[in-house]
Every structure is written in C-alpha cells, then in structure tokens.
C-alpha cells in the first residue's frame, strides 16, 4: 500500500514548540502508513527531524509577513517539491504558511490543514485571506472557541487535538541533570523549596505579580529563591523591579535555556500567573509531566488542564494576595506537594501522550485528503 505522504510548512525548524511539535509527530505515526517531509527556511533541529524520519527542505522564505515577496519567490520551488514528491496533503503551522499553502491548492488543487499553536488578532488579512485550510486544527478548547467566534471559522472545519509531551525524554535529561552541581551553581538551598517560572518575559504572563508575591513570601522565607527562566521584551522592567523590590540576591535571572530541564530538576513549585488567555501552557505540561506542583491563574486554557488542589492549585489573574497564600500553603506542607505531583504526573500521562496525539493527526489527515480529492490521488487510499 502505497504511503500517504504529508508536507509539514513552517517558518523556521529552530529549536522551539512547532519543530517540537512536528518531531513529536514523526516519533508517533505509524511509519508503514505515513511518510512526513517538511519545508521551511532551515534551522538547527532540521538533523533531528531527519533523525526520525522526517524528510527536510529549505528555501530562504523566512518572513511575518503574509505579502512578503520572500514567500512568492518560494512557492515555484515548493511545487515542484509537491508534484515531485506526490504529496497527498499539506499541513501548515504559521500564518505566512497557511497563505503559502493556499495559493498551492489554488494552484495545484493539493488539501491542507493547519494547526493553530495559540490565539490570533482579528487583523484585516484575516478577513480578506482566512486560509485556514481544509481542516483547521486547535490545539486547545479556547483556541477553538477564538476561531469559531471570533472568525466565524465553521465548527465542523475545528478540530482540537491537544499537544503531546514527550514525557519519557523530559524524564531521561532530568535524571541525567546533577542537582546538588545545579544547587551550587544557582547558590540555591537543598533543603528549602525554590520557585520557579519558565515563560516568555511578556506582560501576558505575570512576572511582575509573582515579584511582588515573592517579596512578600521573602517576609516570612528570607532564604526563598525564584528562578524566573526566559526572556522577551518585559524583561527590562522586569529586573527593575526585582532590583526595587531588593530581591537581586532572591531572584536569578536564567534567559533561555536550551535545555530547560537544568532548571526544572532543581524548581520545587511552579508557577505561572499569567493575566490574560493562554493558548495551551507547554511549560506547566512540562512541569507537570516531572511531578511539580504547579500555582496558575484560573483562565483559558490553564483551567481546562489544571483542576483546582487536585493537579494544582488555581488562583485569580493579578491577586498577588491570593497568589502568595498558595505558594505558601504548598512551602509548608511537602505532602500536598507530593499529591499534586503525583496527580498532575497522572494528568499528562493519560491525556498528553505522543500514541494519542498522533493517532488523532493520522485520523484527521485521512479524512482531509477523503474531504477534497484531487487529481490522481485516490489511489493512496487503494489496498
């Protein structure tokens, strides 16, 4: 039987949660039944992809914007990708790639889907050029929501399918991290908790409400330490206020870590206070998936993955008050901390793996490809 054969669009395949994404894809399908390829501007984890089977292309389209010439010039060479390779359907991840892709089908009558990896802006190219594809996938409950109210996108078109982590590998760096070196480097307490956040530096994600409940907690706990792991373009006015606050000797600051998991095997609570929407919460997933507690702000979408003192502990957006109290409760009482994080363990194990997530994809891509057949393709469903 003849494999189906799917091509991946995406900006770049530098480390990140798209290229995870696709990885994570092409570690799960069944590769008897589906031969994955991927086109993009190149990037760092392109050996990786290869390493599982996915199939790499790159051309120099790498651009936000939707009318940059940068993707026009690409898309003879993708076509010749398409026709060459037979490909049976697209799959875009970004903006500038969903228009890529519909112009391909408009051209070449080949079906797409996309994946939506967070929330967009009700921008004018929106309503002129939706291109959300054949199927459009959501990777959350709100997600999809967003898209059928906020862009009338029919709802027979959305399909959520939540993403999958990699739990078996975040297991492995993490036993392999030696913690009392980590404790020493980041002159943490071995015996005490240490917090810690992994997030963009954004104003979306809170940084400054869980500074003013650190000093707070620093009333109480003076030796408390917070490792805040990330960067982006609050980060400025983030470490001034850690500096006003005369937290410097309580506050490290990490930037972006390749391997998050250096920080994550010496973080004892997690937390993200994040004020406004969120498209999935990969970090506190990740978290979880290493038997943290976690403290998040109860909205979209933390709230449909979080169960209040079951898997975590939920709090209103911008209350430091009540951010403060739980970050305290879970300080004093290691055993609640160990119940959280054996039920949030449990949560992703039986909702965020790789076998679900992929058996979900290749479920959709066939039904995508039945949806809109097009010329000599009929045949990929032939015994």
């Known amino acids: 039987m003849r494999k189906i054969r799917i091509l991946h669009l995406t900006t770049h395949v530098n480390i990140g949660g798209i290229t995870t994404y696709i990885y994570l894809l092409g570690r799960g399908l069944d590769r008897s039944r589906y031969e994955l390829s991927v086109f993009s501007s190149g990037g760092e984890m392109e050996n990786k992809l290869e390493e599982v089977g996915i199939k790499t292309y790159a051309s120099p389209f790498r651009t936000k914007s939707e009318l940059s010439p940068k993707l026009y010039f690409a898309i003879p060479e993708l076509i010749k990708i398409i026709k060459r390779e037979q490909i049976d359907l697209l799959h875009a991840h970004t903006r500038v790639?969903?228009?890529?892709?519909?112009?391909?089908?408009?051209?070449?009558?080949?079906?797409?889907?996309?994946?939506?990896?967070?929330?967009?802006?009700?921008?004018?190219?929106?309503?002129?050029?939706?291109?959300?594809?054949?199927r459009v996938v959501a990777i959350s409950p709100p997600v999809a929501d967003s898209l059928i109210n906020d862009?009338?996108?029919?709802?027979?078109?959305?399909?959520?399918?939540?993403?999958?982590?990699?739990?078996?590998?975040?297991?492995?760096?993490?036993?392999?991290?030696?913690?009392?070196?980590?404790?020493?480097?980041?002159?943490?307490?071995?015996t005490k908790p240490t917090l810690g956040i992994v997030a963009r530096v954004v104003r979306d994600k809170g940084?400054?409400?869980?500074?003013?409940?650190?000093?707070?907690?620093?009333?109480?706990?003076?030796?408390?330490?917070?490792?805040?792991?990330?960067?982006?373009?609050?980060?400025?006015?983030?470490?001034?206020?850690?500096n006003r606050l005369k937290m410097d000797r309580n506050v490290i600051f990490l930037g972006n870590l390749k391997d998050v998991t250096k920080a994550l095997a010496v973080i004892d609570i997690f937390i993200l206070p994040a004020v406004w929407r969120e498209g999935f919460g990969l970090s506190i997933v990740e978290a979880m998936?290493?038997?943290?507690?976690?403290?998040?702000?109860?909205?979209?979408?933390?709230?449909?993955?979080?169960?209040?003192?079951?898997?975590?502990?939920?709090?209103?957006?911008?209350?430091?008050?009540?951010?403060?109290?739980?970050?305290?409760?879970?300080?004093?009482?290691?055993?609640?901390?160990?119940?959280?994080g054996a039920s949030a363990y449990q949560t992703v194990k039986n909702e965020f793996s790789i076998e679900r997530m992929a058996r979900e994809f290749g479920e959709l891509y066939e039904e995508a490809i039945q949806l809109n057949p097009h010329t000599n393709r009929k045949h990929v469903f032939d015994g």
């Not at 399918?161 to 404790?183: F, G, H, R, Y």
């Not at 079951?310 to 739980?326: F, S």
Request: glycine fraction near 4%; include cysteine; charged fraction near 25%.
């Open 97 to 134: 790639t969903q228009v890529m892709a519909w112009w391909i089908q408009k051209i070449t009558g080949v079906p797409y889907i996309s994946t939506c990896h967070g929330f967009y802006k009700r921008r004018i190219g929106r309503r002129l050029l939706p291109a959300w594809g054949d």
């Open 289 to 340: 998936a290493l038997k943290k507690p976690v403290v998040v702000t109860n909205i979209w979408a933390l709230n449909s993955l979080v169960r209040n003192r079951m898997n975590g502990l939920l709090v209103r957006p911008k209350d430091v008050a009540e951010l403060t109290n739980a970050i305290a409760e879970l300080i004093e009482d290691r055993q609640l901390r160990l119940k959280i």
């Open 151 to 190: 862009f009338e996108v029919p709802q027979k078109q959305v399909k959520t399918i939540l993403n999958a982590i990699d739990v078996e590998n975040l297991e492995t760096l993490t036993q392999q991290k030696n913690v009392a070196s980590i404790i020493s480097e980041y002159n943490l307490h071995s």
């Open 207 to 242: 940084h400054e409400y869980l500074l003013h409940a650190t000093a707070e907690l620093l009333k109480r706990y003076p030796d408390l330490k917070l490792l805040i792991v990330g960067e982006g373009p609050y980060l400025a006015e983030i470490k001034k206020l850690s």
